[in-house]
């Protein structure tokens, strides 16, 4: 018995559909952070905006376990994860350190605040943002600087090295 042609016809439609149809590898079209970094007088404080399953799934793995179902994230290894994948190092190269701030989840982003001390200016202080770039090779991170009202941009890939942010002492 033969299918009644409307419904051959439809299913066709829905096979070429699928085959036309875009597949991608992941949720989001695009992969990127946003990082909002404020220097003031003897801080730098910096707020990280990550999509929630990406930053899940990395602050997993690197804590070395399943990414949870809700995209959760525990604060200590979210900490850690930031810790190794966010650097600022003073003029003579020394690593900053980092000091949790808040971890804040609204519906599918993670706002996650860090800050250091500087105890010798901001002169030659330098960041990188390898944020999320072992998970997706396209990964493009955006820092935006507020350096005593002066704004600017650094974009961070995979490839980038460390830049300038601190030009006063």
């Given at each position: 018995m033969t299918a009644p042609p409307f419904r051959a016809l439809a299913a066709a439609c829905i096979a070429a559909t699928m085959l036309m149809t875009p597949r991608?590898?992941?949720?989001?079209?695009?992969?990127?952070?946003?990082?909002?970094?404020?220097?003031t007088p003897g801080a730098v404080t910096f707020t990280v905006r990550s999509f929630a399953d990406?930053?899940?799934?990395?602050?997993?793995?690197?804590?070395?376990?399943a990414m949870p179902r809700d995209s959760s994230v525990r604060a200590d290894e979210a900490t850690r994860y930031v810790r190794a994948q966010f650097a600022l190092h003073d003029a003579g190269g020394r690593a900053l350190t980092l000091e949790p701030c808040g971890l804040r989840r609204e519906g599918g982003l993670y706002f996650v605040c860090f800050r250091a001390v500087l105890t010798a200016g901001m002169g030659?202080?330098?960041?990188?943002?390898?944020?999320?770039?072992?998970l997706h090779a396209d990964q493009v991170?955006?820092?935006?600087?507020?350096?005593?009202?002066?704004?600017?941009?650094?974009?961070?890939?995979?490839a980038s090295t460390p830049r300038l942010i601190g030009s006063r002492s």
């Open positions: 991608v590898a992941s949720a989001h079209a695009i992969h990127t952070t946003l990082t909002v970094l404020t220097i990406d930053f899940s799934s990395s602050v997993a793995r690197h804590a070395g376990h030659g202080v330098r960041v990188h943002n390898r944020i999320l770039t072992e991170n955006i820092v935006q600087v507020d350096d005593h009202g002066a704004r600017r941009t650094l974009l961070f890939t995979r």
